[in-house]
């Protein structure tokens, strides 16, 4: 699993989590539904900015959110 299908891994893990839509994560966050669709199927290269937007919209921090087993080197 390469970095960008890990992120969007722990998108849609925390999305699913806090029983979130795609589109209400897009409305708190700030970034289009169709991106967060395609940053949870591993298909965009997301910028630090829309991490931060989506971190935030987790209500949580970045070191927070990365720090996570699923982002460690095997």
């Given at each position: 699993m390469n970095i960008k299908?890990?992120?969007g891994a722990k998108v849609k893990q925390l999305r699913e989590e806090r029983n979130?839509?795609?589109e209400h994560l897009a409305d708190i966050s700030?970034?289009?539904r169709n991106y967060i669709s395609d940053i949870e199927k591993?298909?965009?290269n997301v910028s630090i900015e829309i991490i931060e937007k989506i971190v935030n919209g987790f209500n949580t921090d970045i070191a927070t959110f990365f720090n996570d087993k699923s982002f460690k080197k095997k």
């Open positions: 299908e890990k992120f979130f839509s795609i700030n970034v289009d591993g298909k965009r």
